[in-house]
């Protein structure tokens, strides 16, 4: 194929100083000036409709401090007696969330993989069901868990597992998709099962990106399990809701400074967790 | 040994990269399959335990028309088949020992190799064939430690774990330097003499086929164009299994 184009290619050629050399064709050149003129009209469409109304927009800074005036101090007295228990839920949800969506998202990842389950209908009912856990909001399948559950940390933990499946799945899938085909292929050769071609080829291959996707998910987690208490699934949601409805003011700062110091200390744990375990 | 009868493959319909080929592979010795780039050499290799899938021809081995096999008739059929690989393909992340140990797993249950609960005589012979490769004392070093000679150590190593009855070797030595290229044929060829399991091995250096070859089988257009003793390979024969001559001498 190449040894056919070469010499025609060659003959066409003008002098070496005439030829220009240009990193994008004419039609690649109009393709990316659409797409910057899509943008901008993109902006210029949503700054209109988002109808800015200019007197409260005037005031924004006058209210900020107002709220922050009449959160401070911290009702620091309130921590221990609700607070501290609530944050602990809230840590719990997120933890079994994560826990449960693993188990759930590993064999729907594993039949995503095309490599794995070489049937394309197959791979697309188990993208579907990724992208359909995916697209439902933890708020919104937390509503839903309420109703069947009724309130409590119990729909926030299937609320958190089920949001997380898609994430899970969808990551772990392509690290399966990914995986080098070398390795496998020197296990078929050696007569193993699927089941320890699982084990000794693919899972060594992709445990680095399983475990840094499951760290990911929990740190996530931690984050999203905090606010479910707002629609009644458990957790410090729902002390700061409860603040917020009765302008508690003071109460919602300490509530807002734990999430805080926890979405921290979360942060630094997966750091130190991902470089022990990659 | 292993009987070869009109062994045909196209990848794509119409376009044949094997056409016809007929081969019978005796109980000992190495026998080198040698020719250019994308004559089917590779793909021969391959057919053999099925890793690729024939268009048409039968595989006779141990009695049995591998083509014909699937499922867990294939697998303990591959069991007996030790293989080689240019790339090594070692599981990088596992130890010496786990790859050597995964040379068993169509022997062992997918839940006893899970717990690397193996047989302690295959943790022994492990511990010899590490002796034997020159691998002393690198059980438990991670393979993607180790260089690229030592590597293919392992990989021949766990193909001999396997206990086959035949062994091929795809192009491995083609990633290593000429030096390590010679250690590592005269190991293979050393394993297979010494255990009489017959080697076919697939190589595009001619003269290391020569040196440790007993039998060359010469490939072009994906035919058999040579089949004779490394002796009665001559540049005359060269030319036809390569084409041209400028490259000689």
Known sequence: ?278 | MLTLKHLSKSYVAGTPVLTDVNLDIDARGITAIIGASGTGKSTLIRCINLLVEPTAGEILFEGADLARLSGKALRRARRHIGMVFQEYNLVERLSVMENLLSGRLGYVSAWRAWRRKFPPDDIRRAYELLDVVGLTGFANQRADALSGGQRQRVGIARAVMQEPTLLLADEPTSSLDPKTSVEIMELLTEVGRSRGIPVLVNMHDVELARRFADRIIGMGDGRIVFDGPAAALDDATLTTIYGGKGWLH
């Open chain 1, 1 to 278: 194929m190449a040894g056919a184009a070469t010499p025609a290619a060659a003959a066409a050629q003008p002098p070496v100083a005439e030829r220009i050399w240009r990193r994008f064709s004419p039609a690649q050149r109009l393709a990316r000036f659409s797409v910057y003129l899509v943008i901008v009209a993109a902006i210029a469409a949503s700054v209109q409709s988002v109808e800015v109304i200019p007197e409260f927009l005037a005031d924004a800074p006058e209210q900020v401090v107002d709220l922050l005036t009449r959160m401070w101090p911290a009702d620091w007295a309130h921590y221990p007696d609700t607070v501290h228990d609530a944050l602990i839920e809230t840590l719990h949800i997120a933890t079994l969330g994560t826990l449960l969506s693993l188990v759930l998202a590993m064999p729907v990842g594993i039949l995503a993989a095309h490599n794995l389950v070489p049937s394309t209908p197959v791979n697309l009912i188990a993208k579907l069901i990724l992208v359909s856990s995916r697209s439902v909001n933890s708020l919104v399948w937390a509503l839903l868990f309420v109703g069947i559950f009724g309130p409590g940390a119990l729909a926030g933990t299937l609320a958190i597992a089920f949001r997380s499946i898609g994430f899970v799945g969808k990551l772990f899938g392509e690290a399966l998709e990914e995986a080098q085909r070398g390795p496998i292929e020197a296990l078929t050769a050696a007569g193993a099962p699927w089941m320890s071609r699982m084990t000794y080829g693919y899972w060594p291959q992709v445990s680095p990106a399983f475990w840094s996707i499951a760290l990911f998910r929990w740190d996530i987690n931690v984050r999203e399990s905090a606010v479910l208490g707002l629609v009644g699934a458990g957790g410090i949601g729902m002390v700061l809701d409860s603040a917020l409805n009765l302008f508690q003011w003071p109460r919602v700062a300490v509530v807002l400074i734990a999430i805080f110091a926890v979405v921290v200390v979360a942060e630094v744990v997966v750091t130190q967790v991902r470089r022990r375990v990659i």
